[in-house]
């Protein structure tokens, strides 16, 4: 048994609220040649003997995620396997062969983007007999949690609609998608590498749209160089906020969001639902999301191959390959009815009229009304589970006493102590509060408000 991560422990949360197959990370291999199955199923078994996490399974015990060996480890398959990923039985990795080509996609509890460059070296160097060296055992490292709660104090702030041409973005959940690939040019400024630079020209883009304070949720790596040669989901989402001003330079602008990265950075290995409270589980921080990573040599590989989802309203993946830089825009037909327009204005910002100011030509959209919450004062003295459910709160919490309307987040609660008393409620006092709801009434009053309606 091991423990899950923070990381995997959202992912594990928001795949219970329904996440299509925004969390499936497929890729395809194509061997361009008669493949022998005997050696390429040995390739995949010896592939999850190397990397266990392949081979692993979410058990919930208490309201709370481990990894637990799956009863049947993953394997390779002659027909493809199609629908969700059960992260109870598994397996949470699938190999299918189809001719010469080879079908892999993963869960992203057990995989990240960089994941696929790990699988692919390691399978096809298992494939052609190669003998590849341990990997060291892992060191367990802190987390600075109390650093991270600082920093976000001042900036986190709820992602308000996000104005674009035709419509307004407000999805931060997963759903089906539709998808455009493209390539695209970045041109050098000093001083900022390439990803800066293009994450400084959608913002400037969004801008542009009447979106006066811009913010994207981007994936940032959270691997050391002990777990470079390892599968896993070594990635946390975090947002970026910038605040444009009209007329400024463009160079001004990406220098200045530059330093705003390098401080979000500092805090890339800690959840931001581990250090906001209150903040709901949600498939994208933003209705806009960005992932860049570097790779994709391999040419008989398709590292971009779609998953038929996406998570929030409009993802950006972004892959820089040493032939050039590939894009995969994600997104919601709904909401998103003129991607196109979208693609040709980013393309537009790092044309070679890149120097000039930022503008904008919308007015700003003004912020969604807050949500009603309902049953939080709800007078419960004397209410039958009361005392049932306050000692569950002080028990997960180890905090005595608490009252009715104490806020659970102010007590220090977060997803992973609210999963916990969701469970321990539906044992012992066979109640049953959904996770959102709980959220909405984050009070012992307020928890028993939604029980009794």
Do not use: C
């Amino acid at each position: 048994m091991t423990e899950v991560s923070p990381a995997q422990h959202g992912i594990w949360i928001n795949e219970r609220a329904g996440a299509w197959s925004a969390y499936h990370l497929p890729l395809v291999i194509r061997f361009g040649a008669p493949v022998d199955e005997g050696a390429l199923a040995k390739a995949v078994a010896a592939l999850v003997e190397r990397h266990p996490l392949l081979g692993a399974v979410f058990e919930e015990r208490d309201g709370l995620p481990v990894l637990v060996p799956a009863a049947e480890p993953p394997f390779l398959s002659l027909e493809e396997v199609e629908g969700p990923f059960d992260l109870a039985t598994g397996p949470l990795v699938r190999f299918a062969l189809t001719g010469d080509e080879l079908r892999v996609e993963a869960h992203h509890a057990v995989f990240d983007g960089q994941s696929k460059e790990v699988l692919v070296a390691d399978l096809m160097a298992l494939y052609s007999g190669e003998v590849l060296p341990p990997l060291a055992p892992l060191a367990s490292r802190e987390t600075p949690l109390e650093e991270a709660r600082a920093f976000w104090a001042s900036r986190w702030r709820a992602p308000e609609d996000v104005v674009v041409p035709g419509g307004v973005l407000r999805s931060r959940s997963a759903g089906p998608g539709r998808v455009l690939e493209f390539a695209l040019d970045v041109p050098a400024i000093a001083g900022l590498t390439r990803f800066e630079v293009l994450l400084a020209a959608l913002h400037a883009v969004l801008f542009s749209y009447g979106n006066a304070a811009p913010v994207t949720a981007i994936d940032l790596s959270t691997r050391t160089p002990a777990e470079e040669g390892r599968i896993g989901p070594f990635v946390n989402e975090l947002p970026v906020f910038s605040r444009p001003a009209e007329g400024a330079p463009f160079a001004e602008f990406a220098a200045a969001l530059r330093a705003e990265l390098r401080e979000v950075y500092r805090h890339r290995r800690v959840p931001l639902a581990r250090a906001v409270a209150g903040l709901r589980p949600h498939a994208a921080l933003a209705p806009v999301s960005v992932s860049y990573r570097r790779g994709g040599a391999d040419d008989r590989v398709e590292w971009l191959a779609f998953n038929q989802a996406v998570r929030g309203a409009l993802q950006l993946q972004l892959l820089d390959r040493p032939t050039g830089l590939i894009a995969s825009l994600r997104y919601d037909p709904v909401e998103v009815t003129d991607p196109e327009r979208i693609v040709a204005d980013l393309r537009d910002r790092l044309s070679g009229e890149l120097s000039r100011p930022l503008s904008t030509t919308r007015a700003p959209l003004a912020p969604a009304p807050a949500p009603v919450v309902a049953g939080r004062d709800r007078p419960v003295e004397g209410d039958s589970l009361l005392a049932g459910i306050t000692a569950i709160w002080e028990e997960v919490l180890q905090l005595s006493p608490i009252e009715p309307h104490d806020d659970i987040f102010d007590l220090g609660g977060h997803s992973l102590t609210i999963t916990q008393i969701i469970a321990r409620m539906r044992k012992r006092l066979d109640v049953e509060v959904d996770l959102d709801d709980f959220f909405d009434n984050p009070t012992i009053a307020g928890v028993i408000g939604v029980i009794r309606q």
